[in-house]
């Protein structure tokens, strides 16, 4: 227990002396000084390549590349990790759902720390689809966080099916590590010929799956370990995810990452609460799976039916109570906020009436954020996300026990 506390409060109190000290010294300004013109240099340099490619523009390339960036995007994972859940698969749902929010981080950190622009359009012909790709538009290039989610996510979904197969074939393992190469090489052309990113914004995130996922292979195991059965668990997650957002670099304007990485921090930390407290009733390794018996197709369309409006229901309703109950604790504490989309009644300096300096203990705690005030709506979507992600492995498991599914 004492060597718990031990690691837990090293790891808190290390990313808080980061935090201050990567604000005195202005790190993420450095080293965007130096990072920032390479990286444009091979952006600018790339658009040769990326209009080669282009030259092969056919609606069904299109379609293809267009409909496979959704398959992979962040809306799409969050989505289907729910079904994973549901399908008895905890370990490898909790896994992949907490490597996301790893690379999703991490890759959003690096994007937002570099400023690095996206190829130029025009020339470059950019395709955007769907809203989503809208969005993706507007956040920075490198790295390339489908290439990035695509080899970590299907590299681990490849070691747990040969670990839960208990594959030893080496002709298996050859297949499935091209398919998983012929994926992501697949995901990384399509970024390109989409006009979303340059060469260098692929390399980049390939080189940076290559550092992740090998790592989350050394430590997932220990992660699962502390999260199903570890102390202050839940207080701990809460902790960390809260330095995290402080954490975050300020990149030189504004864009979606932010909200992005917020959203699925919160995920994790719903995900990770939900499953200390329930991996005992729902979530241990004997359960139901998907084609057995136990959980056959039609039981598994009934726990989407119950499920998917549920978790909806409880997202709707944890963003309306956040939106409640947010500005009245901030006020309460004497931080002074404001709210860019979600409260209509706080414009840009926060609350007309809060325009009166504020001093307070609870303000002097962020002296490092060297911000006049906070944006409540990112504590609104972390809660709007984290209720969803309880609800999807404590509240509607608790239904499914209910109705028998």
Not at 109 to 128: E, F, G, H, N, Y
Not at 166 to 189: H, I, N, T, W
Not at 195 to 223: R, Y
Not at 333 to 354: F, M, Q, R, W
Request: net charge positive; glycine share 8%.
């Amino acid at each position: 227990m004492e060597s718990i506390a031990v690691w837990q409060g090293a790891t808190l109190c290390g990313i808080v002396a980061w935090i201050v000290i990567a604000s005195y010294l202005n790190v993420t300004r450095k080293l965007r000084s130096f990072l920032q013109p390479w990286v444009a240099h091979h952006v600018i340099t790339g658009n040769s390549l990326v209009l080669q490619i282009q030259k092969y523009h056919h609606r069904f390339l299109d379609a293809l590349f267009s409909g496979l960036s959704c398959v992979v995007s962040v809306p799409f994972y969050t989505a289907f990790l729910p079904l994973l859940f549901w399908t008895g698969h905890g370990r490898l749902a909790r896994q992949m759902t907490l490597l996301m929010a790893f690379c999703d981080y991490s890759g959003n950190c690096i994007k937002d720390m570099v400023s690095a622009p996206r190829p130029s359009s025009p020339p470059v012909r950019r395709i955007t689809a769907t809203k989503d790709e809208e969005d993706n538009a507007k956040e920075y290039g490198l790295p390339s966080s489908h290439t990035l989610n695509t080899f970590c996510l299907s590299g681990y979904l490849l070691y747990y099916v040969l670990s839960y197969t208990q594959c030893e074939d080496a002709s298996m393992k050859f297949v499935g590590l091209a398919l998983v190469c012929f994926l992501v090489g697949l995901v990384g052309l399509g970024r390109i010929y989409l006009g979303m990113h340059s060469l260098v914004d692929v390399i980049g995130g390939l080189a940076i799956g290559l550092v992740i996922l090998p790592f989350w292979l050394i430590v997932n195991q220990n992660v699962d370990i502390f999260i199903v059965s570890g102390q202050n668990v839940t207080s701990f997650w809460a902790a960390l995810s809260l330095l995290l957002l402080f954490a975050y670099p300020t990149p030189e304007f504004p864009t979606p990452s932010f909200e992005n990485h917020t959203a699925f921090t919160g995920v994790a930390f719903g995900i990770v609460a939900g499953i200390q407290q329930t991996y005992h009733q729902f979530h241990h390794e004997a359960v139901a799976r998907i084609f057995t018996p136990q959980l056959t197709i039609p039981a598994f369309v009934g726990r989407m039916l119950v499920g998917i409006p549920t978790i909806l229901l409880v997202k709707f309703c944890s963003k309306a109570l956040a939106k409640w109950i947010l500005p009245v604790v901030s006020n309460t504490l004497g931080i002074p906020i404001k709210s860019t989309s979600y409260i209509p009644n706080l414009n840009g300096n926060g609350k007309k009436s809060d325009k009166i300096k504020q001093s307070g203990y609870s303000q002097k705690l962020f002296f490092f954020s060297q911000q006049d005030s906070f944006d409540v709506d990112t504590g609104i979507r972390f809660i709007q996300y984290a209720g969803l992600a309880w609800s999807v492995v404590d509240l509607v498991p608790s239904l499914f026990s209910h109705l028998s599914l």
